[in-house]
């Protein structure tokens, strides 16, 4: 395994956030959030796979079973898709190759950043490091692995990024989990080794919120879904991912049915902020 990281400054101590459930009535409480991102997980791997995490986070907050992403469908393009609000046909990434934009648009990293809040990224994909504007981040740690895929397993990405977030709480923190699409490529989706794949970034995710403790809101999706060994087409399989929210900020509103997108993503997280959306952005806030 090799190591990729910066830690772009020194960060003052501060109060390790708990997650908890919504009380409107009460004083206003921490925006402190967390987006985990599990590359490739349909829907219905929820229900197969036993994912005890992602099942509390449902009970507790809200959720949408069918939101639909992007196309292309696939990891690059969906992802800026997610930060920025637009399209492929806006940002113009329509493969796993970055392109710099003809015409930038701040994305969700780039906001708040430069609204002074602290911001991190996790990953283990390296085209990932292409989201956000350079100076837009306050950490970043991208952990690969030696052999082919060359992906640093999940659970030693959460290991670090989780003791990494106690000794430096973020106010908002992007975590990427992509060994879930390797298992899908590699032995199919809905597969017992893709959905063991499942189990564990449902593990991953109960690390990282024993780590920020109750009072984070937690924000987990997926970019694509996917069929047989594939994804990237226009397949219902492909297009339609989960949304999952819940936390201090978070109503618990249970299953969401109005239609939901990854763009929708940004503008919900945004608005815990109190922060305008880039009027580039055609996403809406979830709630």
Aim: aromatic share 8%; glycine share 6%; charged share 15%.
């Amino acid at each position: 395994m090799r190591c990729a990281c910066r830690f772009l400054c020194a960060l003052p101590k501060s109060t390790n956030p708990k997650l908890n459930h919504y009380h409107p009535e009460e004083e206003p409480m921490t925006a402190r959030t967390i987006l985990i991102l599990i590359d490739g997980m349909r829907p219905d791997a929820l229900q197969a796979a036993r994912t005890p995490t992602m099942d509390r986070i449902m009970q507790a907050g809200f959720y949408h079973l069918s939101a639909q992403t992007v196309m292309p469908s696939i990891t690059l393009p969906c992802h800026m898709s997610l930060f920025h609000s637009v399209t492929p046909a806006r940002h113009g990434i329509t493969s796993n190759t970055y392109t710099p934009m003809a015409r930038p648009i701040r994305g969700l990293f780039d906001v708040l950043s430069q609204a002074g809040f602290s911001t991190a990224s996790f990953y283990n994909w390296e085209q990932l490091r292409d989201l956000s504007l350079p100076g837009s981040l306050t950490a970043s740690l991208m952990l690969a692995g030696e052999q082919a895929p060359k992906l640093a397993t999940d659970q030693q990405l959460t290991a670090l990024t989780a003791q990494w977030l106690r000794q430096h709480p973020m106010d908002f923190t992007f975590v990427y989990l992509g060994n879930t699409d390797t298992a899908g490529h590699q032995h199919g989706w809905m597969s017992a080794p893709y959905l063991q794949a499942i189990e564990t970034a449902d593990a991953c995710l109960q690390t990282l919120l024993d780590a920020l403790g109750d009072e984070v809101n937690v924000f987990v999706t997926a970019d694509h879904g996917g069929h047989e060994q594939h994804h990237g087409t226009d397949s219902p399989q492909d297009l339609t991912t989960p949304i999952l929210a819940a936390g201090p900020m978070i109503p618990a509103l249970g299953a969401l049915s109005a239609p939901a997108s990854i763009l929708d993503i940004a503008p919900t997280i945004l608005a815990l902020f109190d922060e305008k959306a880039p009027p580039e952005w055609i996403g809406k806030a979830l709630f």
